[in-house]
DNA sequence: TCATTTCAGAGTAATTTAGTATGATTTACA
DNA sequence: TGTAAATCATACTAAATTACTCTGAAATGA
């Protein structure tokens, strides 16, 4: 059970921008040196993101992406639901009658299980999360620890 | 992100299976039968199940299949550890130059609560667990609720 | 013996992933 | 006003993965 590179990238590339929130845009080709990422690749997770309101775009020279709200009030779930669709375990697209005959149901509960835990996790998380573990990380490694 | 057909039919069968702990062997093809899966496909998924011990084959006529501990000690980790390989939400193979410059740990960070959350989950689900849920919903749907 | 069943391994079509490419449009700035 | 820098829209493609499908051998209970 992986995340796509869409994902991924996605969360990576929201990051830099919340990393530089308040400040100017962030141009594609920024973020694609920083993160190591392709452009052409880049640019197409960004017409989604745009698309589902979660960034701005800046168009022309000196352009870019910005968010659209402080990194507080961006969740990794707002991100991941843009790029990757809602968490699906399992598609539960089986027939009722099976369902009852074979203990579907059974095996339902234990996908949606997984479901709610992930979900939990990536709701609860939000880009100014990520800033401030980023930041502890940085101070400890500069204490020496 | 989502399971692909060898975790989820895996612990379909397995479930099949702990159903009918310490009755007859279950063969491929009533499995096959209750569980609406292609035959075939399942003897590919058995192989690495008997080959990491979680099952035991009684070959030949009225030969099937048998969990080879209790549904109690056997977890939805153990099972989909065989059929998967461990849950890896991201692949971490970023060199560690660019991990510091860059932010990776911060989204490292990210993709171990994931993981850590759903194997939580799926290491304290156990095949008796699931039966048990699995009769909880038979009995109220007896009673109409 | 024979029907039933596992076992081993090859093959394959469809889908998804991950990335590439091209050209148009917009805009800051010199 | 020209130009470089940037987004935007869309099409294309190679590689990998998924989800089977198939063939034949070996074992075994009745």
Redesign the pocket.
């Known amino acids: 059970m992986?995340l796509?590179?869409?994902g991924r990238?996605g969360v990576k590339a929201m990051f830099e921008l919340a990393l530089r929130y308040g400040e100017e845009?962030?141009?594609?080709?920024?973020i694609s040196e920083r993160q190591n990422?392709?452009?052409?690749?880049l640019?197409?997770l960004?017409?989604p993101l745009?698309?589902s309101g979660l960034v701005n775009?800046?168009?022309?020279?000196?352009?870019?992406?910005v968010l659209s709200k402080p990194p507080r009030e961006i969740t990794v779930a707002d991100i991941l639901n843009v790029l990757?669709g809602p968490i699906e375990i399992s598609e539960c697209i089986d027939d009722e009658v099976a369902c009852v005959r074979t203990g579907y149901c059974a095996t339902r509960l234990l996908w949606i299980k997984i479901r709610d835990s992930v979900n939990q996790v990536i709701e609860s998380i939000t880009l100014q999360d990520m800033i401030d573990d980023y930041n502890e990380i940085k101070n400890n490694l500069k204490k020496g620890e």
Chains 1, 2 share one sequence.
Do not use: C, L
Request: glycine content about 10%; proline content about 3%.
């Open positions: 992986k796509s590179t869409k990238y845009p962030v141009s594609i080709k920024t990422i392709s452009e052409y690749y640019e197409q960004f017409a745009r698309k775009s800046i168009r022309g020279a000196q352009g870019g992406y990757e």
